[in-house]
């Protein structure tokens, strides 16, 4: 007899959890509590433009290779994907760096910034290579419940190379002395959510991802992984239910055996929550099945979350690329904000993606859609519309200065995304956008564990569970939780 799955969201984790777990068989249903597909990773479109509401970075295009060739396709089969260059942005304070896609003309921009940085690049990156090649093949497709499933042998031969007890502020400042470099070097590492003091060296692995690996396109944004996704997931036979949210999921002696909604129920021999692993937790189970206190959240470590505006211009920028990254304010106090002391922050550093540039399809001609970006602390109050207008005027106005062209006169579509809408919108724990922070001490089998503590056929996935936040780790985080139920029920 067909065993049976319910999946509760359907964002890149809980589509690649049903595609998995529907190749190996089982009848799968996915609930989402939104109109469409894609979980954070949503699309809007309006009066002509559309924008990518969340992920808008496409990194580690062999992790998204993989995951289609899984499925005997290739993500070519789905959409089409341009390599940027430049990869990106940089605005300093005085001038801007463009981040070539080609190492030796980077090297060389090394090089004109601190004499001697393009060979230490080299050294860096060959380190960071041999990072990358363990860390995705020995440590990010585990299932983390378990230390034992650490103790393999090319872990434990290059332990020291993996330099997981040493920050990556510090590994990255014995290569290179110029604070521009330092800074360019430790950015990749904002995505994993936390501070660089505060994130093991072993992560200089999204160096290697970031300049060997590229920064990609795919046409039509991000969401158009979405829609290859799901296209798959329909394709191997899942059944979605879309404006179906979950309101319990009903537990009897031990076993998750129904998932409530505000319309029906769904019977199943296995449930898989890609919802946010808290709301779960908390909002859908009885107090005695929830596997973690009130006390052990408090104590986790965030990634931010994110104050976002999307903007359509009725002109088009000149002299712009598809991402910008503004460091013109120093980033000690914006860090501090998110980090140690919550609160709004006082000068932030932001960034800007405008899809336009790269792809014409998503504005109408003549016109530009921008996503602007300011990380913010998760759980913060006050998050007004006058505190949202206070920022946006202020980050418009610093990329006029930088841009030498006037924004705030030529828009014609805003609206903004904060705080209380990814509670609102995504039933997000204290309002994150990223999920839980890389920390040593929130990484493999110290996060959230992806299988319940209580309910024997309760599986979990998505960024606050194994491996981590960001779009790749998301796909791989469904992989292993349909595995491990897989593992466990056959």
């Not at 469409?36 to 290779?65: H, I």
């Not at 390599?83 to 090297?107: E, G, M, N």
């Not at 914006?334 to 002391?341: A, D, L, Q, S, V």
């Not at 724990?429 to 920390?439: E, K, S």
Request: proline share 5%; glycine share 6%.
């Amino acid at each position: 007899m067909q065993k049976s799955a319910v999946i509760i969201g359907s964002g890149f984790a809980g589509l690649s959890a049903a595609s998995f777990m529907a190749k190996d068989g089982w009848k799968v249903t996915v609930l989402e509590k939104n109109e469409t597909p894609g979980g954070r990773a949503k699309q809007l479109k309006q009066d002509g433009f559309t924008f990518d509401m969340g992920p808008s970075w496409y990194w580690m295009p062999d992790v998204f290779e993989r995951y289609f060739q899984q499925f005997g396709k290739n993500a070519k089969d789905y959409y089409k994907l341009k390599r940027l260059d430049p990869s990106y942005r940089v605005y300093w304070q005085h001038d801007f760096t463009d981040i070539p896609s080609d190492l030796t003309q980077l090297k060389k921009i090394f090089e004109s910034i601190e004499p001697g940085s393009a060979v230490q690049l080299d050294k860096y990156l060959e380190e960071a290579a041999y990072k990358y090649k363990t860390g995705i093949n020995n440590l990010v497709y585990k299932p983390g419940l378990s230390i034992t499933e650490f103790f393999d042998w090319q872990i434990a031969k290059g332990i020291f190379r993996l330099d997981i007890f040493t920050s990556i502020k510090k590994h990255i400042a014995r290569h290179f002395k110029n604070e521009k470099l330092r800074s360019l070097m430790e950015f990749p590492v904002l995505f994993l959510g936390a501070l660089p003091e505060d994130t093991p060296a072993l992560y200089s692995l999204m160096n290697y991802a970031d300049i060997q690996g590229g920064t990609w396109y795919p046409q039509g944004g991000m969401y158009a992984v979405v829609e290859a996704m799901y296209k798959l997931a329909k394709e191997l036979g899942v059944d979605f239910h879309f404006n179906e949210e979950v309101q319990r999921v009903h537990v009897h002696e031990g076993r998750a055996d129904n998932v409530i909604t505000k319309n029906t129920s769904y019977k199943a021999d296995v449930v898989i929550s890609a919802a946010d692993y808290y709301f779960t937790e908390k909002s859908l189970l009885p107090a005695q099945y929830q596997s973690y206190s009130d006390q052990y959240w408090n104590k986790r470590v965030m990634a931010p979350s994110c104050l976002l505006y999307y903007i359509g211009l009725n002109k088009k920028l000149q002299n712009v690329q598809h991402h910008s990254l503004f460091f013109d304010v120093p980033f000690e106090q914006h860090g501090h904000e998110i980090y140690k002391e919550p609160q709004w922050p006082t000068s932030p550093l932001f960034y800007t993606s405008i899809n336009s540039i790269t792809d014409a399809t998503v504005a109408p001609p003549g016109c530009d859609a921008i996503v602007f970006l300011i990380p913010v602390a998760a759980g913060l109050k006050g998050d007004t519309e006058a505190l949202r207008e206070k920022y946006f005027n202020n980050i418009v106005a610093r990329m006029e200065k930088y841009t030498g062209q006037t924004i705030a006169e030529s828009i014609v579509y805003k609206k903004s995304f904060s705080v209380s809408d990814f509670v609102s919108e995504y039933n997000s724990f204290r309002g994150n956008a990223y999920g839980l922070a890389n920390t040593l001490r929130q990484t493999a089998i110290f996060r959230p564990a992806c299988r319940s503590k209580k309910v024997k056929n309760l599986f979990y996935a998505g960024q606050l569970t194994v491996p981590g936040p960001g779009v790749p780790p998301a796909l791989i985080s469904g992989e292993v939780t349909a595995n491990e139920v897989i593992k466990s029920f056959r």
